[in-house]
Nanobody, 124 residues
Framework: QVQLVESGGGTVQAGGSLRLSCTAS????????MGWFRQAPGKEREFVAA????????LYQESVKGRFTISRDNAKNTVYLQMNSLKPEDTAVYYC?????????????????WGQGTQVTVSS
């Protein structure tokens, strides 16, 4: 199975930016939609963004639309999450995941491979 490794997390002030990266192993990376999820302390894991295998379709949680951008570079087996105008409520562990279905989806059950997570902390 594919191995996913996230990086790029850290601590920033409100209004700042971070760029998360997720690098995957395997030759079939480009065949799968990819997604980003996050989990804050005491909260359930929630959907953030997803992207189709070609990059032509994206989905976003309403609260991050206009601030976050998901993209992918299949030649590098990498998915990115550019996060701008960060808010304290964005603080969470962010996880990269590969979908087990053909189209992007918002539910964790549609993803079969997960990274270890990277911490994002936004201070006010």
């Amino acid at each position: 199975q594919v191995q996913l490794v996230e990086s790029g997390g850290g601590t920033v002030q409100a209004g700042g930016s971070l760029r998360l990266s997720c690098t995957a192993s395997g030759r079939t990376f480009s065949n799968y939609p990819m997604g980003w999820f996050r989990q804050a302390p005491g909260k359930e894991r929630e959907f953030v963004a997803a992207i189709s295998s070609s990059g032509g379709r994206t989905l976003y949680q309403e609260s991050v639309k206009g601030r976050f951008t998901i993209s992918r570079d299949n030649a590098k087996n990498t998915v990115y999450l550019q996060m701008n105008s960060l808010k304290p409520e964005d603080t969470a562990v962010y996880y990269c995941a590969r979908a087990s279905i053909a189209v992007p989806d918002t539910t964790p059950s549609s993803y079969d491979s997960w990274g270890q997570g990277t911490q994002v902390t936004v201070s006010s």
